[in-house]
């Protein structure tokens, strides 16, 4: 489906063309595509601007999904996906994005735009149990930020007590400088 606010490359302007309007100030890039300089970013935006990225088969995780979500302003970069579908799928080799395997739970998946994304609270602990400190740091500023997505994700770990690294994401949670 085409978006009137969302542009992407060769689906009715071509790559050189989208560029060329970026560098009059017209368009700004957005995940996979373009998108006017004037326009809101929403949630919707940032989700259907990585469709071509994610098709239906993986969900957008981690740092993508804070994205999506509106926990963080700026894109992230590899972007984070995890298989959404029964059927494994292949990955393709890419740069800008690093590939789960895994299947996410369908009850952690929400779909925004008509594309995949885990649950708030899903990512915000996925954040929470990585052992890469950028993603901790994005999961304490978005628990300090939003309480009610920080509650969501204590549930969450309550409900899922053999979760891999489960405590890691609890003990960050609960922490005193998250609280």
Request: aromatic share 6%.
């Amino acid at each position: 489906m085409v978006s009137p606010f969302l542009f992407f490359a060769d689906e009715r302007l071509s790559l050189a063309e989208l560029t060329a309007a970026c560098l009059d100030g017209l368009l700004v890039p957005l995940g996979e595509g373009f998108m006017p300089a004037d326009a809101a970013e929403t949630p919707w935006m940032r989700a259907r601007s990585l469709l071509p990225l994610l098709g239906e088969r993986w969900a957008a995780v981690r740092g993508s999904a804070a994205w999506i979500h509106g926990a963080v302003s700026e894109e992230p970069t590899p972007h984070h996906v995890q298989r959404a579908g029964a059927t494994r799928a292949r990955a393709r080799s890419d740069a800008r994005t690093i590939f789960h395997d895994v299947r996410l739970d369908p009850v952690d998946v929400c779909a925004i735009a008509g594309v995949n994304v885990s649950s708030p609270e899903r990512a915000l602990v996925d954040l929470a149990r990585s052992d890469d400190a950028v993603d901790q740091d994005l999961a304490r500023t978005w628990a300090n930020t939003d309480p009610l997505v920080r509650r969501s994700a204590e549930e969450w770990l309550a409900r899922h007590p053999r979760f891999p690294h489960g405590r890691r994401a609890t003990a960050l949670l609960t922490g005193p400088t998250t609280r």
